[in-house]
């Protein structure tokens, strides 16, 4: 019987310098469209935390989509556009759901 890959859920936290604000997010805007239609690609939205840091949300179908979009063009061209604004290297935590609850909210 063939195993079925679970999902991969994927935070990355983005420091970045408080002047560097709008800039960061009009790189980010052409990234995210490219990253969504990237094979495996569920989910891949970006949130604002009160302390200024970015927070990207992701899911992906499978380890080896995530991994092929880590060396892809987008995330290489957005590397470039933003590496000057951070205050620290991105802080990704990749994870898997353990469901609970009800189905449609128990887990991403």
Do not use: N
Request: proline fraction near 6%; glycine fraction near 6%.
């Amino acid at each position: 019987m063939k195993r079925m890959t679970q999902p991969v859920i994927v935070t990355a936290v983005f420091r970045i310098r408080p002047e560097s604000r709008e800039a960061v997010v009009a790189a980010f805007e052409p990234a995210l469209t490219a990253v969504h239609e990237e094979p495996g690609c569920e989910l891949y939205a970006m949130h604002e935390a009160a302390d200024g840091s970015f927070v990207m949300i992701e899911k992906w179908e499978s380890e080896a989509l995530l991994d092929a979009h880590g060396s892809s063009p987008a995330v290489a061209a957005l590397v470039g556009e933003i590496k000057d604004h951070l205050t620290a290297e991105v802080s990704v935590l990749r994870m898997t759901a353990l469901p609970m609850g009800s189905p449609g909210k128990g887990a991403l």
